[in-house]
């Protein structure tokens, strides 16, 4: 099993500014996963970062309002730029568990966004 | 990857068997069908996947037909704390890590 922690937990923001969401990792991991989901939804997935390229990026979603950096095999960042009411939501961070089935992954707790 | 059809809601009573039944008429050779459940404020939690026939893990049993364009997962004797949104995926597994695209899911509720 893997340990994920998202900081913050819970922010409050102003439209217009960003916000980075980090998601550590307890141990190595070759990607990572990147959803958000707004109020009452299911969870959508915004890109895929891999250690060492650039981020994949879900049909709807660009580099320029959701950056995203992988430094290492533990760490990601998820920004939300120039944000508006719309990016209310939870974001969350997932890695695959490692194991014989790829369709298993750890989620984060999900960093609730509220924007003003 | 295959699309998914679930009820959107279901009731059910401390006790007893609640069977969720998913739909995906379009899945493929590789394709695996997984579960997740999502409390409240929390991120998903995988439950149990399979290919064909009957998986059982200690959480749920998976039930598929030949046909494999069905599953239901079946959750015995359930508590308060199987209140949750339910959510079935159709993807291939091996080969490299997948994405994983959530449909609507089930919300049960549990009731005393």
């Known amino acids: 099993s893997a340990v994920i922690s998202q900081k913050p937990s819970r922010d409050i923001c102003q439209r217009g500014t960003s916000l980075t969401i980090q998601c550590q990792v307890d141990?190595?991991?070759?990607?990572m996963f990147w959803y958000r989901q707004q109020p009452g939804q299911s969870l959508t997935l915004i890109a895929t970062a891999n250690q060492g390229s650039e981020a994949t990026y879900e049909s709807g979603f660009v580099i320029d309002k959701f950056p995203i950096s992988r430094p290492n095999l533990t760490f990601s960042t998820l920004t939300v730029s120039n944000m508006s009411p719309e990016d209310s939501s939870i974001y969350l961070c997932?890695?695959?568990?490692?194991?014989?089935?790829?369709?298993?992954?750890?989620f984060g707790p999900g960093t609730r966004l509220t924007v003003l | 990857l295959a699309k998914t059809t679930q009820p959107i809601s279901m009731d059910s009573y401390e006790g007893q068997e609640v069977n969720i039944t998913c739909s995906h008429n379009?899945?493929?050779?590789?394709?695996?069908i997984t579960w997740y459940q999502q409390f409240p404020s929390q991120g998903p939690r995988f439950i149990i996947q399979g290919y064909k026939t009957k998986v059982t893990n200690e959480v749920a049993s998976l039930f598929i037909p030949a046909d494999r364009k069905s599953s239901t997962l079946s959750l015995p004797r359930v508590s308060l704390s199987d209140t949750a949104v339910y959510y079935c995926?159709?993807?291939?597994?091996?080969?490299?890590?997948?994405?994983?695209?959530f449909g609507a899911g089930t919300r049960l509720a549990v009731h005393p």
């Open positions: 995926l159709v993807g291939a597994s091996g080969g490299g890590y997948n994405k994983l695209i």
């Open positions: 141990s190595q991991v070759t990607m």
């Open positions: 997932s890695v695959p568990t490692g194991a014989s089935s790829y369709n298993e992954q750890f």
């Open positions: 379009n899945i493929a050779t590789n394709d695996y």
